[in-house]
C-alpha cells in the first residue's frame, strides 16, 4: 500500500493564477493508502478517497486524520479540490481541474507550479 498526505490550501487565492506554493500555505490534515500502482492512478484513488458524497471521507476508517487538525474542526474538513497539494514520494502534486501537476522544489518550503 502506497500512502500520500493530503494538504488542504488554505489561503483565500488558492484558485488565483500563480506559479509557487509555499509550505505555510499548506494543512497536512490527513494519510491516505491507496492499492493503485501508478503515480497517476494513486492520485486519482487518494482524490476520490476524499470526496464528501454520502458521508464526510474523513470518517473513513482507513484514513489516518492528522493530530493536528483538531477534533471540533474535522466535521467542517471539505473535499479536496483544485489547488490543493497531495505529496506522494517526496514529492508535491497540485490538484488541478483534469489531473494533477507535479510542482518542482525552489528550496525547502516553496515550490514551483510550471505551465500545464
Known sequence: MEQVIVNLRETPDFLLQRNSIHRAELLPVAIISSD?????????????QTQNTDTLWHENKSILVAGKVRLADRKALRSVSV???LEY?????VVE??????????SENLFYIGES
Open 97 to 106: 481541474s483534469f489531473g494533477f501537476q507535479k510542482a518542482v522544489p525552489l
Open 83 to 85: 489547488g490543493d497539494v
Open 36 to 48: 493503485k500502482t501508478t503515480t497517476d492512478e494513486i492520485l486519482e484513488d487518494v482524490f476520490i
Open 89 to 93: 514520494n517526496g514529492e508535491m502534486f
